[in-house]
DNA sequence: CAATACTGCTACATCGATTGAGCTTTGATG
DNA sequence: CATCAAAGCTCAATCGATGTAGCAGTATTG
């Protein structure tokens, strides 16, 4: 017996939090046999049924549990999957930290997330952080600088994969935001069509132009653009940023409304939706909008005629498969996203 | 020289992650003397500069991270504080997440959260994870069963705060539900008013009666309408569940159309904005809601006329304050609402 | 009845970091 | 030159759980 070897008088429970020491003093047997019984491989250490069943008692009655820094530090495994993602209160993120968890449960890893609010800075400590919690395997999501990231989990021996935005030290899976971007940019060129007298290109809010998934969903915007012979003025380009206020001000900033829109995310999207709200009515009415990302609310305003939907559960498949099968090869694995055009029945109805 | 003897061949750092240990025989110091300087008690251990800043160094090189299950076993703070939650994925809770990441962090905290998806026996096995992980403290956001788990943090010496629904058995921080129900419910019946012939009760959607906070909101919501000589009856109560398709069956279901409805939570919004795009526009115009909760988008679609949105920075606020002052009076902290009503120029605009 | 096999358990080293208690060496003081 | 103090370190125990090695007993076999 190590540790607290002071016989408590009353209760062993007064406290402190209990450990196999505890019990095996209550039982009247060994630490070992405390432990093998509670971590379920008792039979192979061939301890007998009856006290497997007293042990087990003792250890319900005293609402013990394990001390798992403990556990961790003298396994080899720690079995900790860490992500770090920059937000939590928007539907994508919020749906790839639900989603995350979910899974890495059905995989048997406890799942660790770190919000880190876009701050490169904060995002590396993040890691550290992590790591320094012996986590076995980190996802990074929406990080502004990956690599940095997979320097120091390659030095610690961590696998490392990339979600989201890509880097060139690890794998990554990160959604089709060229074909994303093309589909909805056609898709609102085409809803734009069946107005009369709009020939001019439209408008791209919201994100930065140094970031891997705003240039290739420019790249798409403006494809979509060139194969209709529209050419797009760098003036209608405003990858101001992905916070809303930013979008709000780049809207209120020009000179004469716009009449479509390809917005780049939800968050910068909310910008937008005041931006519109605050127009007379009349004129709101003849912009329309769609928006990479998807929202349920936003996705059913009126202004809204289609929104490009990353597949969640796709890219987090693709996330636990690389995980398992190990492969350190710095690949980019797309995943394509679903285009959700409005319904006609709405389209008919609230637009109007 | 207690772990990792062999002294291998070329960098320390192949495959394993470094410790202590390898520093020390790097520089050719004790264990004792790396970890005082590499934890900041050097000082006062009386370690030279000199010696204190050649330990650093190969520290930085070696790319040394403190393995804090060790760390952790230790010493008896974790400085772990745990989170359960229902959900991320929408507004409010992605919202609370995000900030008791933050202040937990600003705070000294390492935060972990765990989403247990609504599901009573899943909130209790990672309550009993984070346990296991030492955290010094748990807030335990929308359980079922908030009780069940104080019993267990109280059996282990955890501080435990209810955040969202109140228990018995721990502090609790909740919003003012029936006043920010009575307040949201006024609005609504005002806006209605100024409709003629319409006398009706309005409908009330969403959530389990047999919850804290749809059951005060119900309270709220009668007590506006008895006030104003409205009776409810029974039928126009539908308190579904949360999910969103329980929502638009429920409504679905009935056999006229309500003029307004009172809609308990944005998850249960997400089903009743389905349906009203489902119907014909001349009937849907008719339909105003109101909800509990707030949601960027939601709060400008047509229909809309107002949220109440939860204070989610003063509900935190709250939580840490007791988490200092370790009051376990069991008692319940509210918290009241901001009301949002639609703003003048979308209501002209957007609704007609 | 000795040799062997098996059952049922315990002892002890270990994971990596921390920290109270020393143990040298240098410097200052009487 | 002894004496004492302080500076600058190192030793070794410790946190709680794990698992290998091994020690008693009992059952089986020749």
Redesign the interface.
Known sequence: MKPGSDTSPGTA?S???TTIYDIAHSVGTSPSAVSAVLNGTWRKRRISQKLADRISAVALEQ?Y??????S??RRDR?NIIGMVIP?????YF??I??QF??GARQRGY??????T?RDPELEFEAA??L????VECLVVTGATDPDRISD?CH???VKVVNLDLPGTKAPSVISDNFQGALDLTRLLLDDRGNVAGRSESLYFVGGRTSDHNTSERIRGFLHAHTERGLTVPQSHILACGYA?QKAHASLAALEHLPDGIFVNS?IS??GV??WL?????ER?QQIQYCCFDW????A???NCIGMAQQDVPALLEHVFSLIKTDLSSAEIKHVACNLRGR?P??H???A?
């Open positions: 429970n406290g402190k939090r609402g549990s394990v001390n798992l820094q403990a961790v530090l720690s937000k939590y209160d928007n539907r919020g749906a930290a639900e968890e979910q406890f799942p660790v997330i770190t919000c609010q550290r952080m790591l320094s919690y012996q120091l030095a610690a021996g809303a939800t999207l909310e939706v005041i709200s605050e127009l007379p009515p709101r929202d349920p609310f936003a059913l305003m009126p319904q029945s709405q008919a109805g609230y109007s």
